[in-house]
């Protein structure tokens, strides 16, 4: 016996309602989980730079002492000997572009880029941010030696840059940020490539092919899908002593790696097996079914999702922010400003950054949209756009890791101060043009910001008029698609969400899917069939209603109650669940969602397009208000 929640009785129920979809636990992690690690890694970025500077100021001597501190890890008489400093740069950051790799992959399996086509915008802005932030850096150096530094002017700093779009961007700034991530995730690559193309040593050829075979192995194991994770990271712990032995930079070992992982949303038949197998659990609690019930929950997840969450954390809240410690620290003074600010390496850095990298983003985005014709735009407006290339300006992990490669002694301490100058001067521009930008005009302001592209569309099946079940007026601009059950606990919460929204929007087309999970919720299939049968009578809205309102219960003779409240034909409303006639129906929905990619309820789309995360009023309220601009801007 079952609750409505799909719990044995006297299980654990349902949780309370904490704004989010019951599928957000379950599917990828969503492109808003990762910007928010980020953001938050931000502030402990900041943190850690702060301190090493005020640590390097206060006892210098003991902090170049700790970082120089050598550590050995011998096998047999050989192995790696490196200070704590190089630990940290040639060893930790390893993890940091393993998860850019998998991001990076996340990117191309399920975001924005998915759709080949538009892999050429971020592609084509982030080099072009690289490639006059570069020739702003050589103006300065050309003809001296500190040229041989130009890779520093290059990378920008996610966690700082989407960071700091949190705090200063605009009223719409997901789409941005969601922009600025591709950019930037093409941004490191490139830097990574310059990193060993151009500041590794001279070449050892015998650690360089073992380091290849190392990679070939973790190939020839992902191709079988072969799972153990210890044998993935002694290979790939292999490649990097070898890189590092050949003398080519071994952090190129993470993004290699982290590109492999695929990313996928979960599919429905997985999910079940993982509902089955907890089931086999709750009925005999052993240790040998909670191994077999937690490995198919770890299977109903793609790897890449795995790994995110596994080593996302670690990187934002840990290893970069002691990167920032080992690397950050500068004895500042009135001597060695005025000295660095009249450097032509600090200048170069500084002004690559504050002024090169937004012309060249905004540059490489207007040129592949002209063109293209105007069929590939960036996905924000103009104004968003020039935001985002500002943003950009702030380079540290990466600027600082090239920088340690490419100088020593004073020629370091210029560079970053060059770094952290631009770092303060691209965040103060990009304040300064939101702000300007919310002083436009509503229209203009949020063509500025949104621009008139048209997001990717995640429904599969449009919604047909003739067929779909609809609330609101049939030529709304804007349509909110619900795929739910009626004995999902979480459909029930979302209800009063949805009648809000209808009563606060006037030009909103509801639109209810089904998605009975029958393999957690046993009435939810006949709940469904009997709204069917409700709507051969012209009463399924109303038949929808009170099956929400009453979740638990939904026995036959329930439903068959219900019918005769609502004043229905009686005989043939029994007769129609009897006979399973609204089935096929649903089954069409049941397909629609598998296509869609829907695996869990409620999932909402909002003019075809999935949304992620919170389904409380004031979210779905700006899903809307975001939709509904962009429809008036695309008809305008």
């Known amino acids: 016996m079952q609750d409505v929640d799909g719990t044995p009785n006297g299980g654990p129920r349902a949780t309370r309602f904490t704004g989010r979809t019951a599928w957000a636990r379950n599917l990828q992690t969503p492109l808003r989980e990762f910007l928010r690690t980020e953001t938050g890694g931000a502030a402990v970025l900041l943190s850690a730079a702060v301190a090493a500077l005020v640590w390097v100021n206060v006892h210098r001597s003991s902090y170049d002492s700790v970082w120089s501190t050598v550590l050995s890890i011998r096998l047999d008489g050989s192995g790696v000997a490196l200070d704590l400093r190089d630990w940290v740069n040639s060893g930790l950051m390893t993890f940091f572009f393993f998860v850019v790799g998998l991001e990076a992959r996340r990117e191309f399996d399920l975001g924005e880029l998915r759709e080949r086509r538009r892999f050429g915008l971020p592609l084509l802005a982030g080099l072009g941010g690289a490639a006059v932030a570069v020739a702003v850096y050589l103006a300065f150096n050309a003809g001296r030696s500190s040229a041989h530094g130009w890779g520093i002017a290059m990378s920008t700093d996610t966690a700082f840059a989407l960071g700091l779009l949190a705090l200063v961007g605009p009223r719409f700034p997901d789409r941005l940020r969601a922009f600025m991530l591709t950019v930037v995730v093409v941004d490191d690559i490139v830097a990574l490539v310059v990193i060993v193309t151009v500041y590794s040593g001279s070449l050892d050829l015998w650690p360089l092919v073992v380091a290849s075979l190392s990679y070939g192995a973790v190939l020839v194991l992902r191709s079988i899908r072969f799972r153990v994770g210890l044998v993935y990271f002694v290979l790939g ?41 907890f089931r086999e659990f709750r009925e005999q609690p052993t240790a040998e079914l909670a191994r077999s019930a937690a490995a198919q929950l770890r299977a109903a ?73 105007g069929r590939l735009r960036p996905p924000v407006g103009w104004a968003a756009v020039a935001g985002g290339g500002t943003i950009a300006g702030i380079g540290f992990t990466v ?191 049941v397909d629609s969602a598998d296509l869609s990619g829907v695996s869990g309820t409620p999932t909402f789309f909002v003019n075809g397009r999935r949304h992620y995360g919170a389904y409380d009023i004031a979210t779905l309220s700006n899903a809307v208000r975001a939709a509904g601009a962009r429809a008036m801007l695309a008809t305008s």
């Open 399 to 589: 600027s600082l890791l090239i920088a340690t490669l490419a100088f020593n002694g004073r020629e370091l301490e210029e560079a970053k101060l060059g770094v952290l100058s631009a770092a303060l001067g691209a965040s103060t521009l990009t304040w300064l043009l939101f702000r300007a930008a919310e002083l436009l005009p509503p229209y203009l302001r949020i063509r500025a910001l949104l621009g008139p592209a048209e997001p990717l569309v995640d429904l599969y099946i449009d919604v047909d008029s003739e067929r779909d079940h609809i609330r609101g007026p049939i030529d709304a601009p804007v349509t909110v698609v619900e795929y739910g059950d009626f004995e999902c606990p979480y459909c029930g919460q979302a209800e009063p969400v949805v009648r809000e929204l209808l009563r606060d929007f006037a030009d909103i087309r509801y639109v209810w899917r089904h998605l009975p999970l029958s393999d957690v919720h046993p009435r939810a299939q006949l709940a469904a069939e009997a709204a069917e049968a409700a709507t051969a009578q012209g009463g399924f809205w109303e038949m929808h209603d009170l099956l929400l309102a009453h979740q638990d219960a939904l026995r036959p003779q329930d439903l068959i109650g219900y019918a005769e409240q609502l004043g229905l034909d009686g005989e043939r409303f029994t007769n129609d669940l009897r006979e399973h006639l609204g089935a096929a129906r649903v089954a069409d929905d």
């Open 237 to 277: 712990a292999t490649a990097w002593v070898g890189l590092l032995k050949a003398g080519v930079e071994p952090v190129v070992v993470g993004l290699a790696l982290g590109v492999l992982p695929f990313a996928y949303p979960a599919e429905r038949p997985s999910l079940e097996r993982a509902t089955e197998r």
């Open 301 to 373: 997840t793609s790897p890449n999702e795995r790994l995110q969450h596994l080593y996302h954390p670690w990187t934002s809240y840990a290893i970069v922010p002691l990167f920032a410690l080992a690397n950050a620290g500068i004895a500042i003074n009135g001597g060695f400003l005025a000295r660095g600010f009249g450097s032509p390496i600090t200048l170069g850095v500084l002004f690559g950054y504050v002024v090169g990298k937004p012309v060249g983003i905004l540059a490489g985005t207007w040129v592949l949209t002209r063109l293209s014709g």
